[in-house]
């Protein structure tokens, strides 16, 4: 079941069977095998299935954080048994991109300032990890803005307001918008996503009807898909890209902008210990350090 489990994670990080595949060397129908045996083995379902599409239910969401907890202590059969464990853990839902520019700052300072408490990364899509707050299953999650209601009793701090840009590859020529993604193969971003349904809501305003070649949910993907001169796509300037790579053009959306904004779901401050308070403030703080680095 370990295989089954750590095959299972990815899969909450990644979003769909096929991505976690690509990720661990699998092929899609092996992950989806994978799964259902570990349905079986569990008795439940994990997976709320759609055609081609399997989103975590309830249960499924409520496992992401009990198999963190078991792997870590599969993983640590070997060690020492009078290493000292520290008895409390402040767990963090994070999106990708956020793992990758805003929580390792934060969580180097929390860790030369705490002493006693460790912390766990959840990863996952924003729904899920807005339920996993909801529920109590975890402290805090670093998440798109939903386009709806927080449930009551959460509360939302912003973190980055990320504009959007059309990226076209380096050899491409021209500044028409919306010409370019008529003309040219479009790479989408999930429409599954929050930040996805930007995107789908932007061309529909619009009245642009795109060629659609793939749909990705990774950004850094998307981005590499584009250097390649695979096709055009929308995309975030997400606080990691304050230099956009030579291989590609980034244009400007002008009064057409929009916007995804990223922030922080938690319980009311005021109501949280210490180190989960704590570590809000420094992943907040570092959030406004990188915004005061401006893009180029």
């Not at 496992?63 to 907890?69: H, K, S």
């Not at 998440?143 to 927080?150: E, I, N, Q, S, T």
């Not at 990223?262 to 406004?288: F, K, N, T, Y």
Request: glycine letters at 8%.
């Amino acid at each position: 079941m370990i295989r089954e489990l750590k095959t299972f994670l990815m899969v909450a990080k990644e979003g769909t069977f096929a991505a976690a595949g690509n990720k661990i060397g699998l092929t899609q129908a092996a992950v989806s095998a994978q799964m259902q045996r570990l349905e079986a083995d569990l008795n439940f379902a994990l997976f709320d299935r759609s055609g081609r599409n399997a989103r975590l239910n309830q249960k499924g969401l409520q496992l992401v954080t009990q198999a963190q907890e078991l792997l870590t202590l599969y993983d640590g059969l070997g060690e020492r048994l009078t290493r000292a464990i520290p008895g409390k853990i402040v767990t963090i839902g994070a999106i990708a991109s956020v793992q990758r520019t805003l929580l390792p700052d934060a969580l180097t300072l929390f860790s030369k300032q705490s002493s006693g408490c460790r912390t766990r990364v959840i990863p996952g899509l924003s729904m899920d990890l807005i339920n996993l707050v909801d529920a109590g299953e975890i402290d805090m999650a670093a998440v798109l803005k939903p386009p709806f209601a927080l449930p009551q009793g959460l509360q939302w701090s912003a973190l980055t307001h990320e504009p959007f840009h059309l990226i076209v590859p380096k050899g491409v020529a021209g500044d028409d918008i919306a010409g370019l993604l008529r003309e040219r193969p479009f790479i989408r971003y999930d429409r599954s996503s929050f930040g996805g349904r930007l995107v789908d809501r932007f061309l529909r305003e619009m009245d642009i009807s795109v060629t659609e070649i793939c749909e990705v949910d990774e950004l850094e993907a998307i981005l590499k898909l584009v250097s390649n001169g695979v096709g055009v796509a929308l995309l975030p300037q997400i606080a990691a890209w304050h230099r956009w790579p030579s291989s590609v053009r980034a244009l400007s959306l002008g009064q057409k902008i929009f916007y995804r904004d990223v922030g922080l779901i938690h319980r009311p401050l005021e109501r949280l210990d210490d180190d989960v308070r704590r570590i809000s403030e420094l992943i907040i703080m570092q959030a406004r350090r990188d915004s005061l680095r401006k893009p180029r």
